[in-house]
């Protein structure tokens, strides 16, 4: 959930740590601070709060001035937010920074307290810095040495960007379950959490593998294994630029994702469309492996949740294959009835949720087949699955996610038709009309986001709301969980999303003039049925909001406001239906002043449990 950098070059280090923070802020935001080199001393600057406050506190206080240095990002688990607890944390002659969660620091750091050690923070980083120090002394000069030392120790997950006092301008790092990429440049190197920290500077990099380390000088970057052999490890090539990760001129990268959707549902797709039919041969996939599975398990959190969500009413439709839909870290602790002949898809857009990892690897060990849909390139879900579909979204750094949850759904119904084909399902002529219909989606959405301004003058309507509802039935339920998560994750509105048909088992006596109500009805055969649970909240005061086709004819009284959305298939509705819901998400919390692309207390990446 944190971010690091590292770097060792002839640059201004506090710049490049700065520079590749910003790019990974996204992934905690508590609070941030850096080491650097200053000669053979380490200097550490850090601050509780956003990254603006750490320049502010080097503006008053001097900043750093070296060439090789460690930075980090927190997102807390150990400890408050304050700067007592802020990484870097120093043990002795070593310095470090953390991602991830030491699970046996208490014992560890009990160990430390009877051999003398003293601790300033409550974090369970502190505790591997001092524990790296213990062996270092043990066997000074040695710093790799120390740190594999170190590794046989700990239990949990970590990427550690270190600094050793006795090792000017070189940068150590190791990772286990937690992200790291090692960056390599033309007299520079660099680590990161990942690649978008470093784009400013190169796109080549390693990426480092469980149990790794890497030691960084200015002139070379070598990767080790835990027996202190060294690695040749294969260089990749970053295939975004900068410019997917900067805002190109929007207030916000939420709102510049949500206007990338598009392209990113033609550059998902498009590949995987041969002569107008699905085709999911490069990810390992053809109708004979389909065959073989006679039950789905969709697992993933949050978001990628909500993908699988419509990807099990589309595919139970369509191919008439039984999914489950499970939350990750409800299945991975459950006992869940998985085995030989199921398939267990997991939904993740940065491939390194701890949950959905676990699950995975839970699946596989149950024996099932696992199926990725990732657009993190080379993260550990995508590394460990049985088959991958990459969703090409490029980076998405909003925490709240748009772009790679219209994509993951654009990706299931590719699935579905494919499936839905080979089992006898649907012929080819309704596949290809159907896959046509998918290719016709980018248009559709363009014509959206052209036509939003409601959805600005809707979020206006809300920001005074305490709590919400979002009803709808079938796709549209499906849908209303993931309006109502942007919702409250952007805006901090209370908010659930109801099946229509439910509310009258009881939540409705929550209903007043103060509880707006969003009803998504896109859904033709259940149109009908919508519009009566429409007119039982409207009866008892509800202001009500609908997002609906554009030919419905609603009664003058069904809606205080309406979004329309263009008339398209049914079964494709979510793609187009999302987007009024996500921009509603969006003005409301640009109307509330709320902080959009890193709401509180959240982070991108979840990799912890
Ligand atoms: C979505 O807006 C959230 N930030 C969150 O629910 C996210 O989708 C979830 O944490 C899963 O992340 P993943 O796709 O990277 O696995």
Request: proline share 3%; with cysteine; aromatic share 8%.
């Amino acid at each position: 959930m944190c971010g690091i950098v590292g770097y060792a070059g002839y640059r201004d280090c506090t710049e490049v740590l700065m520079e590749g923070l910003s790019r990974l802020e996204y992934r905690g935001y508590d609070s941030a601070g850096i080491a650097v080199f200053e000669d053979d001393t380490i200097r550490v600057a850090k601050s509780k709060g956003r990254l603006a406050d750490l320049t502010e506190k080097m503006q008053e206080e001097g900043r750093p001035e070296g060439h090789a240095g460690i930075g980090h990002t927190r997102w807390a688990t150990h400890g408050e937010p304050s700067d007592r607890n802020s990484h870097p944390h120093g043990g002795g002659c070593v310095t470090i920074v953390h991602n991830g969660i030491i699970e046996n620091y208490k014992k560890l750091k009990e160990f430390l307290l009877s051999k003398g050690r003293a601790f300033e923070s409550d974090t369970d980083t502190e505790v591997v810095a001092q524990l790296l120090d213990y062996y270092y002394l043990n066997s000074p000069g040695n710093p790799v040495d120390a740190i594999i030392r170190t590794m046989k120790e700990l239990e949990g997950s970590y990427a550690l960007g270190v600094v050793f006092a006795d090792f000017p301008d070189m940068v150590f790092a190791l990772r286990k379950e937690s992200p790291l990429i090692v960056g390599v440049g033309e007299g520079e190197n660099f680590i990161a959490s990942d690649v978008t920290a470093i784009l400013r500077y190169t796109k080549n990099y390693y990426l480092l593998e469980q149990g790794e380390i890497a030691v960084l000088t200015a002139k070379k970057a070598t990767i080790y294994d835990t027996h202190y052999q060294k690695i040749q490890k294969e260089l990749k090539t970053a295939d975004w630029d900068i410019s997917a990760a900067e805002k190109c001129g929007y207030a916000h990268f939420m709102l510049k994702e949500i206007h990338e959707q598009p392209t990113a549902v033609k550059t998902t797709i498009t590949p995987r469309i041969t002569d107008g039919m699905p085709d999911l041969t490069e990810c390992g996939i053809t109708p004979e492996t389909l065959l073989k599975f006679r039950q789905i398990h969709i697992v993933a959190c949050g978001t990628a949740m909500h993908a699988g969500i419509v990807g099990r009413y589309v595919i139970e439709k369509l191919a008439h294959v039984p999914v489950n839909v499970d939350i990750a870290s409800e299945f991975r602790y459950r006992e869940p009835l998985v085995g030989e002949g199921d398939l267990v898809i997991i939904i993740s857009q940065s491939g390194e949720t701890a949950d959905s990892l676990a699950a995975m690897r839970l699946a596989k060990e149950l024996g099932a087949k696992t199926l990725a849909i990732v657009n993190a390139k080379g993260s550990s879900i995508a590394r460990e699955a049985d088959m991958l579909i990459y969703t090409h979204a490029g980076p998405e750094i909003a925490v709240a996610s748009t772009k790679a949850y219209m994509v993951q759904i654009a990706v299931m119904y590719l699935f579905a038709f494919e499936l839905a084909l080979a089992n006898g399902s649907i012929s080819e002529a309704e596949c290809r009309r159907l896959t046509a219909l998918l290719q016709e989606v980018p248009e559709q959405i363009e014509h959206i986001l052209a036509h939003k301004e409601m959805t600005q003058l809707i979020a206006s309507e809300l920001i005074t709301a305490d709590s919400l509802l979002y009803i709808g039935r079938g796709l549209d339920y499906a849908l209303s969980m993931e309006g109502s998560l942007k919702l409250k994750e952007l805006s901090y509105i209370h908010s659930e999303s109801y099946a229509a048909g439910e509310l009258k088992h009881g939540t409705i006596s929550l209903i007043t003039e103060n509880m707006p109500v969003i009803a998504v009805a896109t859904q033709t055969k259940l149109l009908e049925k919508t519009i009566s649970n429409i007119k039982e909240v409207k009866a008892r005061g509800a202001k009500v909001i609908v997002v609906c086709k554009e030919s419905y004819g609603l009664e003058q009284d069904v809606a205080d406001l309406r979004f329309s959305v263009p008339d398209f298939e049914d079964i494709l509705m979510p793609m187009l239906a999302v987007v009024p819901l996500q921009l509603i998400a969006y003005y409301t919390a640009v109307h509330k002043g709320t902080d959009v692309d890193k709401p509180r207390n959240l982070a991108k990446s979840v990799t912890v449990e």
